[in-house]
T-cell receptor, first 117, second 114 residues
Framework: NAGVTQTPKFRVLKTGQSMTLLCAQD?????MYWYRQDPGMGLRLIHY???????AKGEVPDGYNVSRLKKQNFLLGLESAAPSQTSVYFC????????????????FGAGTRLSVL | AQSVAQPEDQVNVAEGNPLTVKCTYS??????LFWYVQYPNRGLQFLLK??????LVKGSYGFEAEFNKSQTSFHLKKPSALVSDSALYFC????????????FGKGTRLHILP
């Protein structure tokens, strides 16, 4: 069972460079999320999607863009990387039954460790 | 402001002893409450959740948590700790009907001493 797969696992960027992080899930989940994890701060929601073709901002969206062209994939883009974006990035997905997805369990990928020099 | 507090950065417990990892929250209404565990170099894994009903919730690996509405707490507990329980534990809170809102605590590192 693959679950949620993130690529790449590690990346080093120079300030100003761009990159895309890929998240793929094989559980047919409707909802997908991107978080960043920083020491002593827990996880913070960057962007999320409640279905194919839809995206929305989370708590810390500035400097990031996302796309959900296919239900199974959720891409996180950094157009011009900054040292403040050095972090560990996690993707998660959850199913939806009725109403909102707030009560549902999230399934997380293994993370992408990004360093911006 | 809505928040989740895990007051202890680290908790040390001897193997076989009971453990408690504390979580309190400040969120309006009746939120949904979760505990997740993170092992080194891995993503978070779901342990248990409280949505409604019985205040004592049982989850994976023998963990349980008690929801206390008056104290706005959701402490994680286990009667007998194992060395393999050593990990980073996160409490998370979601306001009802808010897809855009999930608040994680900063995490508590649990060390189980052999």
């Amino acid at each position: 069972n693959a679950g949620v797969t993130q690529t790449p696992k590690f990346r080093v960027l120079k300030t100003g460079q761009s990159m895309t992080l890929l998240c793929a899930q094989d559980m047919n989940h409707e909802y997908m999320y991107w978080y960043r994890q920083d020491p002593g701060m827990g996880l913070r929601l960057i962007h999320y999607s409640v279905g194919e073709g839809t995206t929305a901002k989370g708590e810390v969206p500035d400097g990031y863009n996302v796309s959900r062209l296919k239900k199974q994939n959720f891409l996180l883009g950094l157009e011009s990387a900054a040292p403040s974006q050095t972090s560990v990035y996690f993707c998660a997905s959850s199913y939806e039954n009725t109403g909102t997805g707030a009560k549902n369990i999230q399934y997380f990928g293994a993370g992408t460790r990004l360093s911006v020099l | 402001a809505q928040s989740v507090a895990q007051p202890e950065d680290q908790v040390n417990v001897a193997e076989g002893n009971p453990l408690t990892v504390k979580c309190t929250y400040s969120v309006s209404g009746n939120p949904y409450l979760f505990w997740y565990v993170q092992y080194p170099n891995r993503g978070l894994q779901f342990l248990l959740k409280y949505i409604t009903g019985d205040n004592l919730v049982k989850g994976s690996y023998g963990f349980e948590a008690e929801f206390n509405k008056s104290q706005t707490s959701f402490h994680l507990k286990k009667p007998s700790a194992l060395v393999s329980d050593s990990a980073l534990y996160f409490c998370a809170v979601r306001p009802q009907n808010r897809d855009d809102k999930i608040i994680f605590g900063k995490g508590t590192r649990l060390h189980i001493l052999p």
